[in-house]
């Protein structure tokens, strides 16, 4: 079975204001590891978005590039975000359409795969870590990579 793991960073202006914007550059992380061993590493810049919609459109980029590197048998999808896991296999609801939209381009997707499983994992797995690592490596719309900027 292929793992996949993603994750992402977003910078939201003034995050620690109440009142702050809710939305910031985002960046996802996606972390490949085939039956083989055989390791893929992506890193993409999503656009400004809410953190939920970033997890949203990180699961879809990954089982994008899943398919680019020809894995098509067993997928587990892996991620710290709970939401985003309720949200794919479908024990929580989705209220937004926009997050309704991409759900739905997700459930199509994985039809090209023998199987897909969504898994929620500890924010210290060694995956999710890689994912992170690979998502704060991309830079902000302003030109700061996203744990540098203020």
Not at 22 to 27: A, E, K, L, W
Request: glycine share 8%; charged share 25%.
């Amino acid at each position: 079975m292929t793992n996949i793991y993603i994750d992402v960073c977003c910078h939201t202006p003034n995050a620690h204001l109440k009142g702050r914007e809710v939305t910031g550059d985002c960046f996802a992380g996606v972390y490949i590891i085939n039956e083989d061993g055989q390791e893929h590493k992506f890193q993409a810049a999503i656009g400004i978005m809410t953190n939920p919609e970033a997890y949203i459109n990180a699961a879809f980029i990954a089982l994008v590039k899943a398919k680019s590197v020809g894995v098509n048998g067993e997928v587990k999808l892996n991620s710290s975000h709970d939401v985003l896991i309720g949200w794919l296999s479908g024990r929580y609801g989705i209220k937004l359409q926009t997050i309704k939209d991409i759900s739905s381009q997700i459930k199509e997707l994985a039809k090209e795969f023998d199987q897909v499983y969504y898994q929620v994992v500890d924010k210290k797995d060694k995956g999710i870590t890689m994912a992170k690592i690979l998502a704060k490596g991309q830079k902000t719309l302003s030109g700061s990579k996203p744990s540098e900027a203020v």
